[in-house]
């Protein structure tokens, strides 16, 4: 597979891993914590990182290689690993290049899980945060950079508000700034968007979602672009560009260059010291659901495209939000970023409210109510009486989630099933 430009579909199914004569035709799932070695100095080499091979799956396992090298070319990126979670792979990407006394540029509208990251924990680290509207001018962008400012941070299509990333605008504002722009690809998943053909340097996914799609694995990874010049910005990126002291004084810039050094610092420190791995099981799972990802993203986009303009005709409907829309305020991003569809996932505002709301879940039959997406079965969220109750009618409205406001993550089932059970569960 390697070097060649096969389209996306041929890269869901055969990239990563390519067996040779006599050798298993699936990815080998190989379930061992360590690796045996003849000598001393054979493992010796490995952990100077002069030599490449595996002795501890806490770092590195040949099944989580195979499948971080087939993310690496879905997303035209040069190196890839996976963690254990989409909160690991969001950590780490900024935490290995943020330390105490940094600066984070971020989007406003991105996952809670990712908003309390930045917003609580990090900041208790010392890292700070100023968040910007995705909609801001590029002047009000760049007021928002410091001298101390180390990463741009953003969602393709944010979870839950379903905003589009204009990500030439923040990679620009990011690179005049001599930082790089990290951006969240978990919604359209590579199929629908390659945020690094639009000027991003590093990608994260939490695999949960599309990627494994059905359900089974909670799961994250990273990707590198290769594309930002640490050496150039050296005083920023200490962490990349000045000895390691924990890894026997090696510079990682210097030694696996500007396409190796990220993620081999983020491997060799971060996985070593905090330990976020993903288990071999779970990324052998992860790559069964790669393998039909082009083919199921169509469908998800769809299905979602279906229900969309069957609720945007409904009275009882009071708005919709999905950028494949025509009069959706994020159409004309869609357009230029999602041009083939984003996602299944649909919000939409009934105009009965909380009361409303509560029938309408009540009467579901095929999507059920779950706090999950993008999984081949339907599901449907109320925040106002599952995962925001505790708010007020009033309180949900000034944070933008109205009491009547439902997300569904349209599955793989036959739209025609969807939307007559929304039919049944409207009117109720
Ligand atoms: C779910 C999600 C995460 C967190 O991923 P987990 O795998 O649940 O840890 C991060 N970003 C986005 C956009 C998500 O939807």
Same mark, same amino acid.
């Not at 629908?192 to 000027?199: A, D, F, K, L």
């Not at 500007?258 to 491997?267: M, Y």
């Not at 039909?292 to 409907?317: I, K, T």
């Not at 991003?333 to 105009?351: I, R």
């Given at each position: 597979?390697?070097?060649?430009?096969?389209?996306?579909? #041929? /890269?869901?199914? &055969?990239?990563?891993?390519?067996?040779?004569?006599?050798?298993?035709?699936?990815?080998?799932?190989?379930?061992?914590?360590?690796?045996?070695?003849?000598?001393?100095?054979?493992?010796?080499?490995?952990? =100077?990182?002069?030599? %490449?091979?595996?002795?501890?799956?806490?770092?590195?396992?040949? #099944?989580?290689?195979?499948?971080?090298?087939?993310?690496?070319?879905?997303?035209?990126?040069?190196?890839?690993?996976?963690?254990? %979670?989409?909160?690991?792979?969001?950590?780490?990407?900024?935490?290995?290049?943020?330390?105490?006394?940094? !600066?984070?540029?971020?989007?406003?509208?991105?996952?809670?899980?990712?908003?309390?990251?930045? %917003?609580?924990?990090? /900041?208790?680290?010392?890292?700070?945060?100023?968040?910007?509207?995705?909609?801001?001018?590029?002047?009000?962008?760049?007021?928002?950079?410091?001298?101390?400012?180390?990463?741009?941070?953003?969602?393709?299509?944010?979870?839950?508000?379903?905003?589009?990333?204009?990500?030439?605008?923040?990679?620009?504002?990011?690179?005049?700034?001599?930082?790089?722009?990290?951006?969240?690809?978990?919604?359209?998943?590579?199929?629908?968007?390659?945020?690094?053909?639009?000027?991003? =340097?590093?990608?994260?996914?939490?695999? #949960?979602?599309?990627?494994?799609?059905?359900?089974?694995?909670?799961?994250?990874?990273?990707?590198? %672009?290769?594309?930002?010049?640490?050496?150039?910005?050296?005083? /920023?990126?200490?962490?990349?560009?000045?000895?390691?002291?924990?890894?026997?004084?090696?510079?990682?810039?210097?030694?696996?260059?500007?396409?190796?050094?990220?993620?081999?610092?983020?491997?060799? &420190?971060?996985?070593?010291?905090?330990?976020?791995?993903?288990?071999? &099981?779970?990324?052998?799972?992860?790559?069964?659901?790669?393998?039909?990802? !082009?083919?199921?993203?169509?469908?998800?986009?769809?299905?979602?495209?279906?229900?969309?303009?069957?609720?945007?005709?409904?009275?009882?409907?009071?708005?919709?939000?999905?950028?494949?829309?025509?009069? =959706?305020?994020?159409?004309?991003?869609?357009?230029?970023?999602?041009?083939?569809?984003? $996602? *299944?996932?649909?919000?939409?505002?009934?105009?009965? *409210?909380?009361?409303?709301?509560?029938?309408?879940?009540?009467?579901?039959?095929?999507?059920?109510?779950?706090?999950?997406?993008?999984?081949?079965?339907?599901? $449907?969220?109320?925040?106002?009486?599952?995962?925001?109750? &505790?708010?007020?009618?009033?309180?949900?409205?000034?944070? *933008?989630?109205?009491?009547?406001?439902?997300?569904?993550?349209?599955?793989?089932?036959?739209?025609?099933?969807?939307?007559?059970?929304? /039919?049944?569960?409207?009117?109720?």
């Amino acid at each position: 597979m390697s070097g060649q430009n096969f389209g996306i579909g #041929t /890269k869901c199914v &055969q990239a990563g891993y390519t067996p040779g004569n006599g050798e298993p035709r699936q990815i080998p799932i190989v379930q061992s914590t360590t690796f045996k070695y003849d000598t001393s100095e054979d493992m010796g080499k490995l952990f =100077d990182l002069e030599a %490449s091979g595996y002795f501890y799956t806490r770092l590195q396992n040949p #099944t989580n290689d195979y499948v971080a090298a087939k993310i690496a070319a879905l997303e035209g990126g040069c190196a890839a690993m996976l963690t254990s %979670s989409g909160q690991a792979a969001n950590f780490f990407a900024l935490f290995n290049i943020c330390e105490c006394g940094s !600066h984070i540029v971020s989007s406003s509208s991105i996952y809670g899980g990712t908003f309390n990251l930045i %917003s609580v924990t990090m /900041k208790k680290m010392g890292i700070d945060v100023t968040f910007v509207s995705p909609d801001c001018t590029e002047e009000e962008l760049n007021a928002a950079f410091r001298d101390n400012t180390r990463a741009v941070f953003g969602e393709t299509i944010a979870n839950p508000a379903l905003t589009v990333l204009d990500i030439e605008k923040f990679a620009r504002a990011a690179h005049d700034h001599g930082v790089p722009l990290i951006v969240d690809n978990t919604f359209p998943t590579p199929v629908h968007c390659r945020p690094i053909e639009w000027g991003a =340097d590093i990608v994260t996914h939490s695999t #949960t979602k599309y990627m494994d799609g059905h359900g089974t694995a909670v799961g994250g990874a990273i990707v590198d %672009s290769g594309h930002f010049d640490w050496m150039a910005h050296a005083d /920023k990126f200490p962490g990349l560009t000045t000895p390691d002291d924990s890894y026997h004084g090696i510079t990682y810039a210097e030694k696996f260059g500007q396409e190796g050094a990220f993620i081999t610092k983020c491997t060799a &420190q971060l996985m070593r010291d905090f330990g976020c791995i993903q288990s071999p &099981q779970h990324a052998f799972y992860l790559n069964l659901g790669l393998e039909s990802l !082009h083919v199921r993203m169509r469908r998800h986009a769809e299905n979602g495209q279906a229900v969309a303009e069957f609720l945007a005709g409904r009275p009882d409907v009071a708005a919709v939000h999905f950028s494949g829309l025509p009069g =959706d305020p994020y159409h004309e991003l869609a357009k230029k970023y999602l041009p083939e569809g984003g $996602c *299944g996932v649909v919000s939409f505002e009934l105009a009965g *409210g909380r009361k409303a709301a509560e029938a309408f879940m009540k009467k579901l039959k095929l999507a059920a109510i779950e706090t999950h997406v993008a999984d081949a079965r339907s599901c $449907c969220l109320n925040p106002a009486t599952s995962t925001h109750r &505790q708010m007020t009618d009033e309180q949900l409205a000034a944070a *933008g989630i109205p009491a009547g406001l439902i997300r569904m993550s349209c599955g793989l089932e036959d739209a025609a099933d969807l939307i007559a059970d929304l /039919k049944q569960a409207l009117e109720g």
